[in-house]
């Protein structure tokens, strides 16, 4: 197993000091969320929160540096210092003031429950009246959290009627194609982006109140401080009400925004479903997860590729918080266009301060253009972290040879079975690769099994007693991958 203890300690450090010397503020998102922050048609990343974080550094001497995000994750970071600051219509709730300092707040908004105008739901629809319909709501925001505390934890809604959809714009699009009844958001969203389709209606609009503020960690009174007394100059100069004119009073100009990005030729809604338990592996208490994108490791953003041409996206990611990632953490199809993959395991155990090469079977689409698909790491929890993953090709009608010779083969799955063993207490192990033309499987150093298939199974034992082993794979192609892993055997075989 690759480790990276000093040289990513050395890489923090320099970041770290170069935001002091260079005043950049390192800003997490989850760009999904219009109008406080999102994709417009030049696939810049815009909305109030993002220029009102613009205009503060103006004004107190700092650059912010942004990072899209899933919006679950945001406090781990931040807590870790993988971010600096937390934005993105990001309310203020008592469990998040136990762990986060908040600024001032800039923006009050009221939540809403609509419903299509082709169903018969009431107008006046009260909150002991929702049992039998499916409520959507945007996963990780405190309209999920409401939701569970004031719905499910109440009786009033049972947690199989709840969906969590990646964005607002797929759960919006999830009403309106039936997979829901009802869809939990806030105001201004609903106004000034869905409103005048017609297509929707209000049922209740006494669900409460939301106040926007951005967050730091504990101990970041300075930052805090700077940020509140930028508030103070843009009200007294009327910069504070100007973006917000500009962002949220000027409602209905789009409607019914379904397509955020020029490529997103197609956007299926994403339901999360309900976690598969699995069983739990000894992790640390009230661990974090947190995770660093590294690199490409295959088929680099702006690849181009022939029309309908299978492909393997692979991203080198970093273990950067205090959990361990196994079996249970998968990496997830979220938003953009959908190519075929939606999730692939983490494909073996990978503890905090390692690495993992991970990578997912993907088909472009027939019509040539720009594609992006959008992924994230999701934990057994259901609970998404870390910045997005991104599958960007080029589809072309011109013809496209295969990758470049030096090209690695991909192990996107290389995993012992940890949960189940018989008597010689012999794991199963799983492999899956990519472009290779062999796999050499070894037990301390030593061949063991050799194939050409590029996924399968086998019982390996170690053979000899009690203690570490250690588990390898090679995958021979255009060059050599190869991956370990440490396992305990318990007892005598």
Do not use: H
Not at 165 to 181: E, P, T
Not at 345 to 356: D, R, W, Y
Not at 403 to 424: D, E, H, S
Request: aromatic letters at 12%; proline letters at 5%; a negative charge.
């Amino acid at each position: 197993m690759k480790k990276f203890y000093l040289p990513l300690l050395l890489l923090f450090l320099l970041s770290n000091l170069s935001s002091v010397f260079a005043e950049n503020i390192n800003v997490g998102l989850a760009a999904e969320y219009r109008p406080f922050v999102y994709y417009d048609y030049n696939n810049e990343l815009t909305g109030l929160d993002v220029e009102l974080i613009k205009l503060i550094g103006e004004k107190e001497g700092f650059t912010p540096k942004f990072f899209d995000m899933a919006f679950d994750g945001l406090i781990d970071s931040v807590s870790v210092g993988q971010i600096d600051l937390i934005a993105g219509a990001f309310s203020i709730t008592p469990e998040r003031q136990k762990e986060l300092l908040f600024a001032d707040v800039y923006y009050t908004n009221e939540a809403l429950i609509i419903a299509s105008t082709q169903s018969n739901i009431v107008n006046s629809l009260q909150l002991n009246q929702m049992t039998n319909y499916r409520l959507g709501v945007q996963r990780g925001t405190s309209f999920d959290q409401w939701v569970k505390t004031n719905l499910v934890s109440e009786g009033l809604i049972s947690t199989q009627n709840v969906y969590t959809f990646a964005s607002l714009d797929s759960a919006v699009k999830g009403l309106r194609n039936g997979m829901i009844d009802l869809l939990m958001l806030d105001e201004d969203s609903y106004k000034q982006s869905y409103q005048s389709s017609g297509n929707f209606k209000i049922v209740n609009e006494n669900v409460g109140d939301e106040e926007y503020a951005f967050a730091a960690a504990k101990g970041s009174e300075a930052l805090i401080a700077r940020i509140n007394d930028a508030f103070g100059k843009m009200r007294k100069d009327g910069t504070l009400k100007a973006l917000i004119d500009n962002y949220i009073l000027s409602a209905g100009e789009e409607a019914e925004i379904t397509i955020t990005r020029p490529s997103q030729i197609v956007r299926d809604p994403v339901v999360v479903a309900t976690p598969t338990p699995i069983p739990p592996i000894d992790q640390p208490a009230n661990c974090k997860n947190v995770m660093v994108y590294m690199a490409d490791i295959s088929y680099p953003d702006g690849t181009r590729v022939n029309p309908g041409e299978n492909f393997t996206k692979g991203w080198r990611i970093y273990n950067n918080g205090s959990c361990k990632w196994y079996a249970g953490y998968t990496i997830e199809f979220v938003d953009g266009d959908f190519m075929g993959g939606r999730s692939v395991a983490i494909p073996q155990l990978t503890i905090p301060g390692t690495t993992v090469d991970v990578g997912i079977q993907l088909q472009a689409p027939q019509a040539p253009g720009e594609y992006v698909g959008y992924f994230q790491l999701r934990a057994p929890d259901g609970a998404f972290f870390g910045p997005k993953l991104t599958a960007k090709i080029i589809v072309t009608t011109d013809a496209v040879s295969a990758p470049p010779a030096g090209a690695p083969p991909v192990i996107t799955r290389f995993q012992p079975n940890y949960y189940k063993g018989g008597k010689r207490f012999c794991p199963t192990v799983y492999w899956t690769v990519t472009d290779a033309t062999q796999i050499r499987l070894s037990i301390n150093n030593k061949p063991v099994y050799t194939t050409t298939q590029g996924s399968g199974s086998i019982e390996l034992c170690p053979g000899g007693g009690k203690g570490d082993y250690i588990y390898g794979i090679v995958a021979e192609g255009t060059k050599r991958a190869s991956y370990v892993f440490t396992y305990t055997n318990t007892g005598e075989n």
